[in-house]
């Protein structure tokens, strides 16, 4: 009994202590990660914009298909900015490894955002869909004015 | 009556003959999209890999994490290939416009193999796990070897 729960604090530990780094064979991997699901999010955010400012007709469909990706992704590219990444892309400012905890605080928001923007693209009203598209292009914006070269 | 009916049949063709091409803003964003995708869900899928073949220790939750975003991701990158792109990039021959039942096929069977990568993944089997990997990983390879050049 004592020796398993060794064990398996000793796992928690080693859980604890592996890097995010370690989940990537290397840095640039990294870098080229989190700009993929960036990217990928961006252009489903995009359909949804597209309806939100009416330049494409409102498809209720088409904006719950598209909010559960950009829900999805958005949780994804934080991963990929790991210590060792810093410097390797023109774009990422190195305040996002001097605050981390600001950086971390922009990414939970975001998550916050686009699972309420899903929520949003769920009732079939593009007023809702537009107020919630709004409020989270301000989160990207925020981030991107604090932690991204322009 | 007959009027909205008429409304409804244009908006369906309309619908239809909307080509895919139509959601990305140039052709280049549709191939930087799928190998996008790609990117993402070959680094996942590589994380279970490593489960699988033993490089790394066995995690059921960080199977089941990791194969979430494959499922997920599965879907995604064959809106990408649109007409516009054949000849765009060099890995995609153009067997995949010449033969795009083939390749939708492929495309299918991945999206099937990837979810029940997922259901072997939460039985927290990595018997299991190994089993969906190797079905997955032909399923990759196929497609690859059909319509990628290496």
Same mark, same amino acid.
């Given at each position: ?5 060794? %064990?398996? %604090? ?11 780094? *370690? ?6 991997? &990294? ?6 699901? %960036?990217?990928?999010?961006? #252009?489903?955010? =995009?359909?949804? =914009?597209?309806? &939100? /400012? ?12 598209? *909010? +559960?990706?950009? *829900? +999805?992704? *958005?949780?994804?590219? !934080?991963? =990929?900015?790991? @210590? /060792?990444?810093?410097? %390797? ?7 996002? !490894?001097?605050?981390?905890?600001k950086f971390k605080e922009h990414n +939970? ?5 686009? =699972?309420?923007?899903? @929520?949003?693209?769920?009732t079939n009203n593009l007023d809702n ?5 709004? #409020?989270?292009? &301000?989160? $990207?914006?925020? $981030?991107?004015? /604090?932690?991204?070269? #322009?």
């Amino acid at each position: 009994m004592k020796f398993a729960a060794t %064990l398996a %604090l000793a796992a928690a530990m080693f859980a604890l202590a592996t890097p995010a780094s *370690a989940q990537f064979a290397k840095p640039e991997d &990294a870098v080229k990660y989190r700009q993929s699901a %960036l990217f990928v999010m961006a #252009q489903h955010f =995009g359909r949804i =914009g597209a309806m &939100a /400012n009416g330049r494409a007709p409102y498809d209720a469909k088409a904006a719950v298909d598209n *909010a +559960e990706v950009v *829900a +999805e992704m *958005a949780k994804l590219p !934080w991963a =990929g900015f790991t @210590a /060792n990444t810093d410097g %390797l892309s023109q774009k990422a400012k190195a305040d996002i !490894w001097k605050e981390q905890a600001k950086f971390k605080e922009h990414n +939970e928001k975001l998550v916050g955002d686009t =699972g309420r923007l899903l @929520a949003a693209a769920k009732t079939n009203n593009l007023d809702n869909l537009k107020t919630a598209f709004s #409020q989270t292009a &301000a989160t $990207c914006k925020a $981030c991107h004015d /604090n932690f991204r070269n #322009q």
